[in-house]
């Protein structure tokens, strides 16, 4: 009984161990996608001030000379061009990456369901088997008729549906396992190519800018706003 006794608190403790650990990575990464929940509300709050900023760049444009008001033209498209990028960016994150990482979430809330199905079944199973030492202890002549046998039969019953449910759920932990490992490597390659993608395109619209800004002659554009009175 002693050796049968060590092996289910072996099982008992890597049992233990992997449903921690796993418990631990669900925590971190709840957060995690609370956190980048939270930066692609930034985003959209972005978004609102930049159409704000590309509004004042407008006014101030129809008080600039001709130049400059090109060039703040050329850079107010830019600028919305830049936050429609950033809208595209936030949706796909949202459907991409944050989409498949919160659907794993939900499946691990599954699988607490079937651990603690099988947390019900270890507790049963360790009255029993302190039942069973009770009476394995009782002196042969205070025992009942079959006593002894059948609590060995009911702890054979409850030991075998046990060590089933935990077999049953060590497996689907460790495919669990398997797929986060698959499904948090694929949101992180979507989640770098969407950001990729994003400033790509941004630096492509923001590109088109320079040459606006080249193109201004400072000196010609002084000669058009400070028009000196002549001496008649």
């Known amino acids: ?101 919160k659907e794993l979430l939900e499946e691990w809330k599954s699988k607490n369901t079937e651990i603690r199905e099988h947390k019900k079944a270890q507790k049963k199973f360790e009255k029993i088997e302190k039942k069973l030492e009770k009476v394995k202890d009782k002196p042969e002549a205070k025992r009942k008729p079959n006593e002894l046998k059948d609590k060995e039969a009911e702890y054979q019953k409850a030991k075998e549906q046990m060590d089933k449910e935990q077999n049953d759920v060590i497996d689907a932990t460790l495919n669990f396992n398997k797929k986060k490992v698959e499904t948090v490597d694929s949101a992180l390659k979507n989640m770098l190519s969407i950001r990729i993608e994003f400033h790509k395109n941004c630096l492509a619209v923001l590109e088109q800018v320079q040459p606006k800004l080249d193109a201004v002659d400072p000196e010609a554009e002084n000669d058009v706003v400070i028009d000196l009175p002549t001496e008649e």
């Open 1 to 101: 009984m002693s050796e049968e006794m060590s092996f289910v608190d072996k099982m008992k403790n890597y049992f233990n161990e992997v449903v921690n650990k796993l418990e631990a990575i669900r925590t971190q990464l709840s957060k995690t996608i609370g956190e980048n929940e939270e930066m692609l509300d930034a985003y959209e709050k972005l978004n609102k001030e930049t159409e704000e900023g590309i509004d004042s760049y407008k006014t101030y444009g129809e008080e600039e000379t001709p130049g400059l008001q090109e060039a703040l033209a050329s850079i107010c498209d830019a600028l919305h061009k830049e936050n429609e990028e950033r809208v595209e960016m936030v949706h796909e994150m949202k459907h991409q990456f944050i989409g498949p990482l």
